[in-house]
Each structure stands twice: as C-alpha cells, then as structure tokens.
C-alpha cells in the first residue's frame, strides 16, 4: 500500500494527492497522516510544489467531507428521529436528544465543523451531523475548507522539515487516532449499557 501510494504521487502529482485524500474521506485505507507528508517530502525534494500539495490535499480533502455531509442531508433529522424511536438504544440516542443535539449544533456548528477537521478520526464523522442538521451548504464549505487547510498544511509541512523521515508523523500521530477510536467505542459502549428507552420506568 504504501508503495502504490507512493507511486501514484509520482505519476499523477497533484491530482494523485487529491485522489488519495478523496480516498481517506470516503474509506480510509490509507491515513491522511501518511498521504500528506509523503507528498510534503517530495515537494522538499523539488518535485513538487508545497503550495501546490496543500492545495491538492485540501481539494481532495473537502470532496469526501461534502459526500459525508449530503449522507447527512439524505438522513434528515425527522428520518433521525423515526430511527432513534424504533432504534434507540443501538444509536443510544432518543428522539429528544436529537432535538437538543440539533439545537446544540446550531448554535456551534461552525466551530465543531473546524475543530472536528482536526481530529483524527473525527474528520469524516463530524461531516455527517452537520448534513442532518440542515448546516448552510457555504457555510459548511467555509468551515470544513479552514479547518481541512490547517491540518493539510500541518501534515505537508512536516513531511517538507523532516525530509527522509516524513513517516515518522504518522508514528506520532497513530497514538492519537488510535486513543480517539478507543474513546468512541467506549462511549458508545456505555451508552448502549445505560440506554434507557423515554417512558421506561
């Protein structure tokens, strides 16, 4: 895998590292984590624009992150509710609760939207509720982009300082993704366990 990565950047450039970050969005089987500083390393090495990766990466980027938010619009929230009604413990949310998540996310949409871009693991999810809860298509773009511009330009520029050794971001940042998993599955864990139907005694 990573020598097919590495060999679609060096044949396709800029469009290869758009793909690939489209890729890491929709199903990630590779990280963006080693997508990014592989191409950051080769802009060190000339081959490549730093500008021109960045870019690249952040096209790419926000394209799966506007797939997962139009999976949100298609969801809805009323198709959210029925769903939680039939279906609640194993989303370990009710009814209401999505009403006050959604009254939650509009108040701080924007902000969710550009912190959750920055969190490994959380990048993909947090597209989706802002699609449920009807968040500004422009507005989603503006937030999702700042955010995606951030962590590109933090993963390029890495691999641009560390030459030889860009892997070694992926190294670092693999505790943090794996943590963040970690923590999902047991909130969820826990939810499930303690779930109690509206109307339950």
Same mark, same amino acid.
């Given at each position: 895998?990573?020598?097919?990565?590495?060999?679609?950047?060096?044949? /396709?450039?800029?469009?290869?590292?758009?793909?690939?970050?489209?890729?890491?969005?929709?199903?990630?089987?590779?990280?963006?984590?080693?997508?990014?500083?592989?191409?950051?390393?080769?802009?060190?090495?000339?081959?490549?624009?730093?500008?021109?990766?960045?870019?690249?990466?952040?096209?790419?980027?926000?394209?799966?992150?506007?797939?997962?938010?139009?999976?949100?619009?298609? +969801?809805?929230?009323?198709?959210?509710?029925?769903?939680?009604?039939?279906?609640?413990?194993?989303?370990?949310?009710?009814?209401?609760?999505?009403?006050?998540?959604?009254?939650?996310?509009?108040?701080?949409?924007? +902000? /969710?939207?550009?912190?959750?871009?920055?969190?490994?693991?959380?990048?993909?999810?947090?597209?989706?509720?802002?699609?449920?809860?009807?968040?500004?298509?422009?507005?989603?773009?503006?937030?999702?982009?700042?955010?995606?511009?951030?962590?590109?330009?933090?993963?390029?520029?890495?691999?641009?300082?560390?030459?030889?050794?860009?892997?070694?971001?992926?190294?670092?940042?693999?505790? +943090?993704?794996?943590?963040?998993?970690?923590?999902?599955?047991?909130?969820?864990?826990?939810?499930?366990?303690?779930?109690?139907?509206?109307?339950?005694?």
């Amino acid at each position: 895998m990573f020598d097919w990565t590495t060999g679609l950047i060096e044949q /396709s450039g800029y469009a290869g590292i758009a793909f690939l970050m489209l890729l890491e969005n929709l199903f990630p089987p590779i990280p963006s984590e080693l997508i990014m500083p592989m191409a950051g390393y080769m802009a060190g090495q000339g081959r490549l624009s730093l500008i021109g990766v960045i870019l690249a990466g952040c096209v790419g980027s926000v394209l799966g992150a506007l797939f997962w938010y139009y999976v949100g619009r298609w +969801v809805g929230l009323e198709r959210l509710k029925r769903w939680a009604a039939a279906h609640g413990r194993w989303l370990t949310i009710s009814p209401d609760e999505v009403d006050q998540a959604k009254h939650w996310f509009d108040r701080y949409a924007g +902000v /969710s939207v550009f912190i959750g871009r920055l969190i490994p693991a959380i990048r993909t999810l947090i597209s989706v509720p802002a699609g449920i809860g009807g968040m500004n298509l422009v507005a989603f773009l503006a937030w999702s982009t700042a955010g995606t511009a951030l962590w590109t330009t933090f993963l390029a520029g890495a691999g641009y300082l560390l030459g030889s050794r860009f892997d070694q971001v992926e190294a670092w940042l693999n505790p +943090v993704s794996n943590l963040v998993i970690a923590a999902l599955v047991l909130i969820y864990a826990y939810r499930v366990i303690t779930f109690k139907q509206p109307g339950a005694g």
